[in-house]
């Protein structure tokens, strides 16, 4: 997150710490947040492929806000208080398929299935 250099990043499910519950680190998020004006977020994967002893990178990213108190019952991790742009409804709020119309693993992947697709032993 922007207003947390970077928090919680590649370690989002231990920010509260090893043993914790999802819980845990929306509410060490929402603590930190509190006096920010600023809630952008984003969720970002990175795909990585070696193939033909070259590195390929796939990213998908989905940006979005987090609100201040849980909204919905799906989903897991953040996703009771991240909002994607363009919604009005949490990622907890929506169905798998809602949901993956914002999906950072889906542009990743689609990224990555159409390289294969187009790859041809490219050098």
């Not at 999802?22 to 600023?38: M, Q, V």
């Not at 398929?97 to 187009?118: D, G, P, V, W, Y």
């Amino acid at each position: 997150m922007e207003a947390l250099n970077g928090e919680p990043g590649v370690k989002s499910a231990r920010y509260a710490g090893e043993d914790r519950r999802f819980d845990d680190n929306i509410d060490k998020l929402l603590h930190n947040l509190a006096t920010s004006a600023n809630k952008n977020a984003r969720f970002r994967t990175v795909i990585s492929l070696i193939l033909d002893g070259k590195d390929h990178f796939f990213e998908g990213i989905c940006t979005g806000k987090i609100i201040g108190e849980r909204k919905g019952n799906y989903g897991f991790g953040y996703d009771p208080v991240f909002i994607p742009d363009g919604s009005d409804k949490t990622f907890a709020e929506m169905d798998m398929i809602e949901k993956n119309k914002f999906s950072h693993r889906k542009k990743a992947m689609q990224k990555l299935i159409s390289f294969l697709n187009t790859y041809h032993g490219k050098s």
